[in-house]
C-alpha cells in the first residue's frame, strides 16, 4: 500500500510538473537525451573497440582517463566562457568541439592523437555537465527544482537504456558482417553524429538567463570574479561536500568505466548481451529517480540518499564476485539502482547550499572535482586490472563509497529536522 501511495503522488507530482515546465527546460531534455545516447555506446563499446584495435587495458584507461581530465580541467574555461559570452554559445561550442574530438579518436590510431583529442572531447563534454545545473535550476519554479532534477536523471538513464540495447545489438549484427573492430567502430561514429541532433536543438534557446552575458567588461575580471567564486566554496559545508564528491569519483572511476569490458571478458559474452546487462542495470534506475521526489517528500532527502547509497554496497561486493550471467545482472540492477537514483537530490542540495550568486561556480566546482578524481580513478583502475585482476579494483571502490557516504550524512544530517522539512519540495 504503501509503494502504491508512493507511485500516485510521483505521478501526480511529475504531472503538475509537465503542466508548468518552461520552453528552455524542454530543450535541454532534448539535449540531454541525445548526448546520453552517444555516452552510452562511449561506455559500452568504446572499451572493447580500443581492445579490439590491439591497445591494451592500461592505455584504455588511459585514454578515458584523459577523457575525464578533459572535464574536470574544462571546468573553469567553461565557467568564464559561460559569464563572457552566454549559456547558448557555450553550448552549442561544447557540443561541436565533442563530435569533431571524437571522430578524429575513433578513426585515427595514432596514440598521441587519441590522447590529445581524448582530451578536447573532454573539455567540449564538460559544458553539458557544468550548464545543466544552472539551467534547470534558473528555468524551474522552486516547487518542481526536484522533480526537473529528477526528470533530467531520469531521461538520461531510459537514453542509456535505449543506447545500449540497441547499439550493443548493432554492433553485434553488423559483427556479421564485419570485423568486430569495424562494427564497433561503425556504431560509434554513427551515434556520434547524432550530438549534431543536439546542436539543432541548442540553436532554440532563449531568453535572459540562456543569453545575457558580460562581453563589456575585462576578461582579467571575469577569470578574478570566477576564481573569487571557486575560493568562497572552498570552506564549510561545500568544502566537505566536495571531499565527499572527490572520494565517489575516485571510485567510480575505478570500477565504472571498465564495466563493459569486465563483463565481456570474465564472462566471454557478445556485445549485445552486455549491451543487455548495462540497459537492464540502467531500468531501476530510472523507476528509482521517478520516485524520488515523493520518497524525499515522504522520508527526508539526505534520509533517502544514505538508505540508498549504503544499501548498493553489497550488490558491489557480488559484483566483484563474479557468479554466472543472472546473478552479476541482478547485482548490476540493484548497484547501480540504489548508487544513483539519489543523484537529483545530491544535485539540488549542492545548489542549495551554494546560494543564488554562486550556482554556476558550484555546478563548476563539483564537475572539476568529481572528474578530476574520476579521472584518477581511472587510470588507477586500468592499470590494476592490468596488473592484478579486473575484480581487485572493487574492494578499493567499497571502501570509498563507504566514507563518501558518512561525510554526505555530517555534512546534511539536520535536513530532515522538522524547520528544514518545510524546504523538501522547494528546491
Request: positive net charge.
Amino acid at each position: 500500500m504503501c509503494i502504491g501511495d508512493d507511485m500516485k503522488t510521483a505521478f501526480s507530482v511529475y504531472v503538475d510538473f509537465f503542466k508548468n515546465i518552461s520552453k528552455n527546460v524542454k530543450l535541454y531534455l532534448g539535449i540531454i537525451f541525445f548526448a546520453t545516447v552517444v555516452s552510452s555506446a562511449y561506455n559500452v563499446l568504446f572499451g572493447i573497440y580500443l581492445k579490439n584495435s590491439g591497445f591494451n587495458e592500461a592505455f584504455v584507461g588511459q585514454i578515458m582517463s584523459v577523457n575525464t581530465l578533459g572535464v574536470a580541467l574544462g571546468a573553469l574555461p567553461v565557467a568564464i566562457f559561460a559569464e563572457r559570452m552566454n549559456k547558448k554559445v557555450t553550448l552549442i561550442v561544447g557540443l561541436l568541439i565533442m563530435v569533431i574530438s571524437n571522430l578524429i579518436v575513433l578513426n585515427v590510431h595514432i596514440p598521441f592523437i587519441m590522447v590529445f583529442f581524448a582530451f578536447t572531447f573532454g573539455i567540449g563534454n564538460s559544458t553539458l555537465m557544468i550548464l545543466q545545473a544552472p539551467i534547470i535550476y534558473e528555468h524551474t519554479p522552486a516547487e518542481h527544482r526536484v522533480t526537473a532534477f529528477s526528470m533530467a536523471f531520469v531521461l538520461q538513464n531510459v537514453a542509456f537504456v535505449t543506447g545500449s540495447l540497441v547499439l550493443g545489438h548493432l554492433s553485434s549484427m553488423l559483427g556479421t558482417f564485419y570485423s568486430d573492430q569495424m562494427a564497433g567502430r561503425i556504431v560509434l561514429n554513427v551515434s556520434t553524429a547524432l550530438i549534431f541532433i543536439a546542436v539543432i536543438i541548442a540553436l532554440k534557446f532563449s531568453g535572459t538567463h540562456m543569453v545575457s552575458s558580460q562581453r563589456e567588461q575585462p576578461l582579467s575580471t571575469t577569470v578574478s570574479v570566477t576564481i573569487n567564486g571557486f575560493k568562497k566554496l572552498l570552506q564549510g559545508k561545500t568544502l566537505l561536500y566536495l571531499i565527499q564528491v572527490s572520494l565517489i569519483g575516485l571510485g567510480a572511476g575505478m570500477i565504472v568505466p571498465f564495466f563493459s569490458m569486465y563483463l565481456k571478458y570474465t564472462l566471454t559474452i557478445s556485445d549485445g548481451v552486455v549491451g543487455n546487462i548495462m540497459a537492464i542495470s540502467q531500468i531501476g534506475t530510472v523507476i528509482g529517480g521517478l520516485i524520488v521526489p515523493p520518497l524525499a517528500k515522504k522520508h527526508g532527502r539526505i534520509r533517502t540518499v544514505i538508505i540508498c547509497q549504503l544499501f548498493s554496497i553489497p550488490f558491489l561486493i557480488s559484483i566483484s564476485f563474479p557468479q554466472g550471467i543472472l546473478i552479476i545482472t541482478m547485482s548490476f540492477f540493484f548497484r547501480s539502482s540504489l548508487m544513483n537514483m539519489a543523484s537529483p537530490i545530491i544535485g539540488s542540495l549542492a545548489m542549495e547550499i551554494a546560494g543564488d550568486e554562486a550556482r554556476t561556480f558550484m555546478s563548476s566546482l563539483v564537475s572539476l572535482t568529481n572528474n578530476l578524481f574520476r579521472a584518477v580513478g581511472i587510470y588507477l583502475g586500468g592499470i590494476i586490472m592490468f596488473r592484478y585482476s579486473y575484480n581487485t579494483p572493487y574492494y578499493w571502490t567499497i571502501v570509498c563509497y563507504l566514507i563518501g557516504t558518512f561525510i554526505l550524512y555530517k555534512v546534511f544530517k539536520h535536513i530532515d529536522q522538522p524547520k528544514a522539512k518545510e524546504h523538501v519540495v522547494v528546491q
